[in-house]
């Protein structure tokens, strides 16, 4: 089982994540409502597949308006190479008359409103919510699961488990930007297959680092 980490050493791990890593998105975006289309567009996807799309998509339509105007057949062939585009498509035109009949087009600044949009979840809601409105929220993807529980901030099995653990062992002035260092973390150097230990600025007083990097 994997040693928990005192409080000391979750706070050491994000001052030392903090030095070392830009705390912005892999997602390539222009305005709210662009970063809300890619981050539903990038469920089960990698970003730099939904970056391909977006870059052709956002060219031709990156308003509401201009997405419904779209329509689902539209879009479908800018998004055919990101996973499930059927049901991206529905849900993305969908979303888009909702932001037009109930919030004059713009994208809303709340949980409930955003969750309330079709194909949008917790994870989606938070990253709008950080990224856009700078709200000290926590999106929880398989690499930041996967981080979290390595480093030994907590035992989990799930991404709303894992969320309430980091929203509790994060330092405040960590919050805002936690949710990336952690998922970039995942993504280039606590990989989930052989991950880069020689290499990790955390590693120290990581407990599951590999054998030849302890002490």
Not at 10 to 26: G, K, M, N, Q
Not at 51 to 67: D, H, I
Not at 80 to 105: D, P, Y
Not at 126 to 136: E, S
Request: one cysteine or more; hydrophobic letters at 40%; glycine letters at 6%.
């Amino acid at each position: 089982m994997i040693k928990k980490a005192n409080d000391a050493d979750v706070a050491w791990v994000y001052e030392r994540l903090a030095a070392t890593i830009s705390p912005t998105s892999d997602l390539i975006y222009g305005s709210t409502f662009e970063l809300l289309i890619a981050v539903v567009l990038s469920a089960q996807a990698t970003d730099k597949s939904v970056n391909v799309a977006t870059a052709r998509l956002f060219s031709r339509a990156n308003t509401p308006q201009a997405m419904v105007d779209l329509g689902e057949e539209g879009l479908i062939p800018y998004i055919r190479t990101i996973g499930l585009f059927r049901t991206k498509a529905k849900n993305v035109v969908a979303l888009c008359r909702l932001l037009l009949a109930h919030h004059g087009g713009e994208v809303p600044a709340t949980r409930a409103e955003l969750e309330a949009l079709p194909g949008v979840g917790r994870k989606t809601a938070n990253v709008v919510l950080n990224v856009a409105f700078g709200q000290p929220t926590i999106a929880v993807d398989t690499h930041v699961h996967r981080v979290s529980n390595r480093l030994g901030f907590g035992r989990s099995t799930s991404p709303e488990a894992t969320e309430k653990i980091l929203l509790k062992r994060t330092p405040p002035g960590h919050l805002l930007h936690a949710h990336h260092y952690l998922i970039l973390h995942g993504r280039y150097t606590c990989t989930a297959r052989a991950p880069r230990c020689a290499t990790c600025v955390v590693s120290a007083r990581c407990p599951s680092r590999a054998p030849e990097t302890q002490d």
